[in-house]
């Protein structure tokens, strides 16, 4: 409501300002060529009524009737949305150099966050350093394989949590628990440390405080789609991610103290994880990294990795207990290949091909970015027929691709045998399945995310036997969405854990 209040007031206040922009504008438009089709804007507002609170299933419908590339305008935002795998190869890899930098949300830039951000901060020097850093140090193979043995720690106690649970005959906020443990995996691969005591409610807060985040980053924002108001912060987005940047830099920015002090004392032991990696880096001056820079690095990495991860598998397990004949595939394999019972280890999960597909269907149908981040044309570019202009807003809608009928057998069922025997990854190959973006500005955590997902996944269903709460049917479960700049259930999956024999 607050947002069509704010509207109106502008629609009254620069209605003919923007008028007269609008004609000049497209004077010059038409000496370049065609923008893509799309649903006719009102003036000055644009379409920004017609994305709804749900905008990936908004704009999938809009291109139902405009096409898998159409353009709207938002406020004064030239948008570009493709929805098709064919389309988004044509961003992310054959104009992919054009398309690179990102248009930057004023919710981003509390504390400059999007000029050391590795998620916005543009194709330069320093982006390059941190993308080395990322595939050199923290997430090359070598280096996830040395501290593994972190991970299947987590992973155990997130099991003697849920063995708790199966005794006492409680249900399992399944969100919630793959959230901390995806918190305390990051934690340990990255500082060593747990960021959650599973008995506390730290984990709770802090997932709460990762949502605001992402919420805020996701919804529409005023500042973004009328620039020349930014200064008002009419919303007051920037203020809120003031104080959640505070508290998150609060957090790091004690953690990195302490180890400093703990380096100082004699007798101190190298912890393999990658804050001591980064320090290292950052007392060799070539590197160009320094405190401000790894902070920065944490709040992209806690950010997206918690949230993500852990929303992925809630949407993975709601799947498997919706689609029970799926469920007990997924748990005879690890039966056969495993044992019921025994511990998955990260060197199982290429021997699992149905779970792997059943990672992907999930990747497929709920992708955890629905709108990947967006993207901003550097020059203007002809693309199949069509003009984007420089400084246009890219969206690439994975959501609707995932469920693009011309590509997919029906698209809206849970299917993860479509997977089996089918050369299809989400390494940003495949552009049918494209998860974690792809091109250049690719999710650089992808290889701790697999890693960790898999395992997670493998874990609860080899241990458990698992159902829905009494109250609950697979016909009846609710599978609604909340968006934000990451797609959650919107109702928490509960199940109750069973015992297995063995």
């Not at 469920?327 to 039966?335: G, H, I, N, R, Y």
């Not at 797609?487 to 015992?499: E, G, H, T």
Request: proline share 7%.
């Amino acid at each position: 409501m607050d947002l069509l209040i704010l509207m109106l007031g502008f629609y009254l206040s620069w209605g003919l300002l923007r008028a007269l922009l609008y004609i000049a504008n497209r004077g010059k438009l038409s000496k370049v060529g065609k923008l893509p089709p799309g649903p006719r804007p009102v003036p000055v507002i644009g379409n920004l009524f017609e994305l709804g609170s749900l905008p990936h299933r908004s704009l999938t419908k809009l291109a139902r009737t405009h096409g898998p590339i159409m353009s709207l305008k938002l406020g004064c935002i030239t948008t570009v949305v493709v929805s098709s795998a064919s389309w988004a190869r044509e961003i992310l890899q054959t104009h992919d150099v054009s398309f690179s930098n990102r248009l930057i949300p004023d919710s981003s830039t509390p504390f400059r966050h999007h000029e050391h951000g590795l998620a916005w901060v543009p194709v330069s020097p320093l982006w390059r350093n941190l993308r080395r850093i990322c595939n050199v140090h923290l997430f090359a193979p070598k280096t996830l394989d040395s501290n593994q043995q972190l991970r299947h720690q987590k992973i155990q106690e997130l099991l003697a949590y849920v063995k708790k649970c199966s005794e006492t005959g409680s249900s399992v906020n399944i969100g919630e628990a793959a959230f901390r443990t995806s918190l305390n995996l990051l934690g340990s691969t990255i500082l060593s440390i747990d960021l959650a005591d599973p008995t506390s409610e730290s984990a709770k807060e802090f997932k709460e405080l990762v949502w605001q985040i992402m919420v805020e980053l996701g919804k529409p924002n005023v500042a973004d789609y009328f620039p020349f108001i930014k200064w008002l912060d009419p919303q007051g987005a920037r203020q809120r991610m003031t104080g959640y940047t505070i508290r998150m830099h609060d957090i790091f920015g004690t953690i990195i103290e302490n180890r400093l002090q703990h380096q100082n004392v004699s007798g101190f032991v190298r912890k393999n994880d990658m804050l001591e990696t980064l320090l290292d880096l950052s007392k060799d001056k070539e590197e160009g990294v320094d405190l401000v820079l790894i902070e920065h690095l944490f709040l992209d990495l806690f950010g997206a990795g918690t949230d993500t991860t852990s929303s992925t598998l809630e949407w993975a397990m709601a799947e498997l207990l919706r689609n029970p004949e799926k469920l007990s595939k997924a748990q005879a394999e690890l039966e056969q290949v495993i044992g019921r019972g025994k511990p998955v280890k990260e060197s199982d999960i290429a021997r699992l091909p149905y779970l792997q597909a059943t990672v992907k269907e999930t990747f497929r149908m709920h992708p955890a970015g629905p709108l990947l981040l967006p993207r901003r044309a550097g020059a203007t570019v002809q693309v199949g027929g069509y003009t984007i202009p420089e400084g246009a807003q890219i969206l690439v809608n994975v959501w609707a691709v995932g469920r693009d009928p011309a590509t997919w057998k029906d698209p809206e069922e849970f299917i993860p045998e479509r997977f089996l025997g089918l050369d299809m990854d989400v390494k940003g190959r495949s552009f049918e399945l494209l998860p974690f973006g792809g091109g250049r500005r690719i999710c650089p955590g992808l290889p701790l995310a697999i890693r960790m997902l898999h395992l997670m996944l493998g874990s609860l269903l080899n241990f458990f036997n698992w159902r829905l709460e009494d109250c609950v049917s697979p016909e009846t479960m609710e599978m609604g969405e909340k968006f934000g700049m990451t797609l959650q259930k919107a109702q928490p999956l509960r199940a109750v854990p069973l015992p297995i024999e063995i």
